[in-house]
């Protein structure tokens, strides 16, 4: 997600520059967010306009096993950022994420309450949470599962299904959960849009059109690359770290704003594919 930012915002003649813990790369700055001096110490002297903070503890699974860890990422890190953002005068915006609701009835709105099942949504509310207390003109963005720009195939919970589907292993596939993939490339436009237009403060939402399950997502990839998926084994039930079964959001808010971009997920992600191929 990061770097489709730093690409769009520089491709747009944007000046930005790029933090990073262990990926470091151009335009990058190595830096450990929990140390909350030196996050803190680089806000205040590097006095961007905007911040779009997109780091986190993002496996459900490692949330559950490690909470502690996950709130200092999820939560206080990200409270201490907002504080130092207003300090110099820096916008923030939050990344968020649909698994604040428990899924029982979607499209979900910005202004319906959050009810996350599992510790990962609940780390991300209270995310939220945190930066607007400190200044409600910041903005949150929920966004759902993400995908494109990879450089490896697990850095997506989506990418990393080409090995589900080519390796030729059993493997159970859940068609229980879906959600609304979005390419990486999509919410960096978004976001250059939400600098640049600098709208209300609060919580918006983006997701994909299109809704689909993992199972979903293993036909379309072997229909593409025409391999056989009889390997898989569909899974029909809730299974595992509780996730709720479709967190659509509602995209009107975004929309209302003449702010629209959607990349069609079979070609998307044959796209991120093909260098894998």
Known sequence: MGRQILSVLSGAGVSCHGLCFSRPG?????LDL???????????????????????????????????AALRINVESSRNIAEACKEVGAR??????????????????PDNEPHPLNKYGESKLRGEKAILAVDD??????????????????ESAVTVLLDVVRNGKPCPVSSYEVRCPSHTRDIARILLELVNKNPPGGIYHWCGMEKLSKWDMCKIIGEELELDISHLQEVT???????????????SRIKQLGIEYHTEFKNGIMEDLKQFL
């Open 237 to 251: 039930g809730a299974g595992g770290t509780p996730r709720p079964r479709d967190v659509e959001l509602d995209r």
């Open 92 to 109: 923030m915006i939050y990344i968020s994420t649909d698994y604040v609701f428990d899924g029982s009835h979607p499209p979900y709105f």
């Open 34 to 68: 929990t140390d909350f001096a030196a996050s803190r110490q680089f806000i205040l002297n590097y006095k961007p306009s905007h911040v779009i903070h997109t780091a986190a503890q993002r496996f459900p699974d490692k949330v559950e096993s490690d909470y502690e």
């Open 26 to 30: 151009d335009q990058l700055t190595s």
């Open 137 to 154: 003109k910041f903005l949150v963005l929920r966004i759902p599962v993400l995908y494109g720009g990879v450089k490896t195939l697990n």
